[in-house]
C-alpha cells in the first residue's frame, strides 16, 4: 500500500496518491522495478530518481525504502521521497563557477 500527500502528487505524475496496483504501477519505467527487486532482496534501498511531470520537467528525488513486517504478519514497504531540485540547482553553479 502506498499512500502519499498532496505535495507527492504535485510532484509528480506517475503513481502517487493512493494505492498502487498492477494497473497503475505498468507505466513505470523497468529502473524501478530494478531499484524495487533490490529493495526486496536487501530489506531496504536507496537511490536517484527523476519523477516525470505533467508539464515534461524530470523532478530529481532521493527515494529511501525500506521493508517492515505489519501487526499482522504482511510485508508493507515504507518510502521516503525527497525533492533535490535546489541541491541540484547548486551542485550545477559550483560546476560552474569552478571551471
Do not use: W
Not at 525504502?65 to 504482511?74: A, F, K, L, N, Y
Amino acid at each position: 500500500m502506498f499512500k502519499s500527500g498532496r505535495r507527492c502528487r504535485q510532484l509528480c505524475a506517475v503513481g502517487c496518491g493512493g494505492p498502487v496496483t498492477s494497473r497503475r504501477a505498468d507505466n513505470l519505467p523497468p529502473y524501478v522495478y530494478q531499484q524495487h527487486a533490490i529493495g526486496l532482496r536487501d530489506g531496504h534501498n536507496r537511490h536517484d530518481f527523476y519523477f516525470p511531470r505533467k508539464d515534461g520537467e524530470k523532478v530529481p528525488a532521493i527515494i529511501s525504502g525500506r521493508m517492515i513486517e505489519g501487526p499482522d504478519g504482511r510485508q508493507y514497504s515504507v518510502l521516503t521521497v525527497v525533492n533535490i531540485s535546489q541541491q541540484k540547482r547548486v551542485e550545477q553553479q559550483l560546476r560552474q563557477a569552478n571551471l
